[in-house]
T-cell receptor, first 116, second 111 residues
Framework: GAVVSQHPSWVICKSGTSVKIECRSLDFQATTMFWYRQFPKQSLMLMATSNEGSKATYEQGVEKDKFLINHASLTLSTLTVTSAHPEDSSFYIC????????????FGQGTRLTVV | GEDVEQSLFLSVREGDSSVINCTYTDSSSTYLYWYKQEPGAGLQLLTYIFSNMDMKQDQRLTVLLNKKDKHLSLRIADTQTGDSAIYFCAERRGGGNKLTFGTGTQLKVEL
């Protein structure tokens, strides 16, 4: 299957700082990327959908100014958690789908964010 | 409704079959998926089924879909310790792009 790489795998940051998480499609062009958040022992909650070259579509209740998403190229999307606080600590997962992929979205390995 | 429900936990003995169940509510679902998540990792797509099918088999995996009852199941034959993980079902609704995930079932395989 197609490969999606997320970086970093884990990050610890101080409260008030910003953190950037990268999601790359390594062997296909990702026209659409999705960002999810997962709390311990819970399901994935979709935060936003981004299409290359356009603004991300955020799900209800997700602050777009806090979670900045950029999808500037067909192989890279970034999620920046601005002014992070301990309650932002979570597991963040991206997935990517190519133009010719009607059925599948491939997932990155996730990023564990801990804000102290 | 929005909910995709799964039982939280399933324990089986190595070599037995595992059946993980999922119920969904949206009749416009086009594709239904099963993903596997190992601790601290992302999701691995195991298999998927189109909504006009009622069964799909892929090696040790068998997916059954009862569209009338909105019930999806994943059967893993000859379950191994390496199958221990959390399993998520997910649905793709209508012509939409995004997936709605179930609550996840933790499968524990015991020797």
């Amino acid at each position: 299957g197609a490969v999606v790489s997320q970086h970093p795998s884990w990050v610890i940051c101080k409260s008030g700082t910003s953190v950037k998480i990268e999601c790359r499609s390594l062997d296909f062009q990702a026209t659409t990327m999705f960002w999810y958040r997962q709390f311990p022992k819970q399901s994935l909650m979709l935060m936003a959908t981004s299409n290359e070259g356009s603004k991300a579509t955020y799900e209800q209740g997700v602050e777009k100014d806090k979670f900045l998403i950029n999808h500037a190229s067909l192989t890279l999307s970034t999620l920046t958690v601005t002014s992070a606080h301990p309650e932002d600590s979570s597991f963040y997962i991206c997935s990517a789908r190519g133009l010719d992929m009607n059925t599948e979205a491939f997932f990155g390995q996730g990023t564990r964010l801990t804000v102290v | 409704g929005e909910d995709v429900e799964q039982s939280l936990f399933l324990s089986v003995r190595e070599g037995d079959s595992s059946v993980i169940n999922c119920t969904y509510t949206d009749s416009s679902s086009t594709y239904l998926y099963w993903y596997k998540q190992e601790p601290g990792a992302g999701l691995q797509l195991l298999t998927y089924i189109f909504s006009n099918m009622d069964m799909k088999q892929d090696q040790r995996l068998t997916v059954l879909l009862n569209k009338k009852d909105k019930h999806l199941s994943l059967r893993i034959a000859d379950t191994q310790t390496g199958d221990s993980a959390i399993y998520f079902c997910a649905e793709r609704r209508g012509g939409g792009n995004k997936l709605t995930f179930g609550t996840g079932t933790q499968l524990k395989v015991e020797l």
